[in-house]
């Protein structure tokens, strides 16, 4: 490691100081460039401060044992690859009583042993992060190497990443970490493997919306861990959290945060709707046709008019619909289920003026009592479960709307690491991308 070069330059004079400037690292002058070769170039550097303060008793000290030289790793420089070579002082503490004699000289660019300045660290850090970039890919770019990079993202994930911010709404939702697989087990045999992950979010409509957390698996007993790791501030300013129609979160939120509302977001009732209409199309074709749904069959080639709002329609597009019923649909269930639906739709999107919401769930569940069909009727059970949280979120106009558009962004990130293995790790990159490139 140790290495002299036969060049007297780096010895005896330094540089002058706009090469220093130009280089620009800082507490450092540069003593000597040289030309390694094609786009490469050798420099030397070393302190400005030729005094510093014994790390064991503080006594500051001039006295030089020896400058050995220690290659490190930095940034290019003007495009060129840079061969970084500094010039440690080693000191030796003044003070007799010191058990210290000497000591090494260091900076905030070099703390004591790197082997890489600060700044390159920097930059591999915000590299991975904020570009959202492979590890592997960053450490080839600056010629270090996998565990350099990512120590560097370690490191600067812990200043990047502040204890979450106390918020009115917490928005609560599940994204899957990745794709099911089945592993092959010694003694029990084949296992299925389905992570999943749960996002917090700061769902409040009145501040900007920002990640808080996020955790492995979508139980009831992840929400309370989470919750656990905040302190009593956070827990107790929490007034409502906002969650999909899912049982175990409810009753991990009811656990930890007894005082707080639960309310349903309206997106994943809209769907539910959808998706009894789309099962009742589906019989109904196997029943009428004896088979799937195909481009032949006018309910199958219009699906997509079948889940459109209701009110968005225009005039032709009606009249397509009401065809569409009277060519596929023999004993008017497609209909009976589209009315379903539309009701459902008009509900949740209602004021919160409390004798419209009672005439529209009204509304609701009559046509879910004309439908008779399986698919409404289980429904109508899934909103007579939850209305009372579905009434919170109408009343108080919170959505999830936010933890879907985090749940975007973790998907990218999973895209662009092509899935992890290491949830640790998973966890890091999506919280720190999110906090590079979605500052407030
Ligand atoms: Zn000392």
Redesign the pocket.
């Given at each position: 490691m140790l290495k002299v070069f036969d060049n007297p330059n780096c010895e005896a004079t330094s540089m002058n100081d706009t090469t220093s400037l130009l280089f620009g690292l800082d507490g450092y002058g540069v003593l000597d460039v040289t030309d390694v070769g094609p786009g490469a170039v050798r420099v030397v550097i070393e302190t400005i401060e030729t005094e510093a303060a014994?790390p064991?008793?503080?006594?500051l000290s001039g006295r030089v044992k020896d400058r050995p030289l220690r290659r490190v790793k930095d940034l290019p420089a003007s495009g060129q690859q840079v061969q970084l070579w500094c010039r440690k002082r080693r000191l030796v503490?003044r003070?007799r009583a010191?058990p210290?004699t000497t000591?090494t000289q260091a900076t905030d660019e070099l703390p004591v042993r790197a082997r890489v300045t600060s700044r390159l660290r920097g930059k591999l850090a915000v590299c991975i992060a904020g570009s959202n970039r492979a590890v592997a890919d960053v450490a080839a770019e600056y010629g270090v190497s996998w565990t350099t990079a990512h120590g560097a993202l370690i490191a600067h994930a812990a200043r990047w990443l502040p204890a979450p911010e106390p918020t009115r709404v917490l928005g609560i939702d599940e994204t899957r970490a990745r794709s099911v697989r089945w592993i092959k087990e010694h003694d029990t045999g084949w296992k299925r493997s389905d992570p999943w992950m749960t996002s917090f979010v700061n769902a409040d409509p009145h501040v900007p919306g920002r990640l808080l957390g996020l955790v492995p698996g979508r139980s009831g007993a992840c929400v309370k861990g989470w919750l656990a790791l905040q302190d009593q501030q956070f827990r107790d300013g929490i007034q409502i959290a906002v969650i999909d129609p899912s049982a175990p979160y409810a009753s991990g939120l009811r656990a930890a945060l007894p005082q707080a509302k639960i309310a349903v977001d309206h997106w994943h009732l809209v769907k539910l709707g959808n998706d009894a209409l789309t099962g009742v199309r589906q019989r109904v074709a196997r029943e009428t046709h004896g088979r799937r749904g195909r481009k032949v069959d006018p309910a199958w080639a219009h699906r997509r008019l079948l889940l459109t709002a209701g009110d968005r329609l225009s005039a032709k597009q009606r009249e397509r619909l009401a065809q569409v019923l009277a060519d596929d649909d023999p004993h008017g269930q497609i209909a009976a289920a589209y009315q379903v639906k539309e009701r459902l739709r008009e509900l949740l999107a209602s004021p919160p003026d409390p004798w419209l919401l009672r005439a529209r769930l009204w509304a609701f569940y009559h046509a879910c009592a004309d439908a008779d069909l399986p698919e409404t009727t289980r429904l109508a059970g899934t909103i007579s479960t939850w209305w009372p949280h579905i009434l919170i979120a109408i009343q108080h106009g919170v959505t999830n709307a936010r933890t879907e558009g985090f749940n975007r962004i973790i998907k990218q990130v999973k895209r662009a690491g092509c899935g992890y293995r290491n949830m640790t790790n998973y966890e890091r990159r999506i919280l720190t991308h999110i906090a590079l490139t979605r500052a407030a």
């Open positions: 014994c064991e008793c503080g006594v503490c003070e010191c210290r000591f």
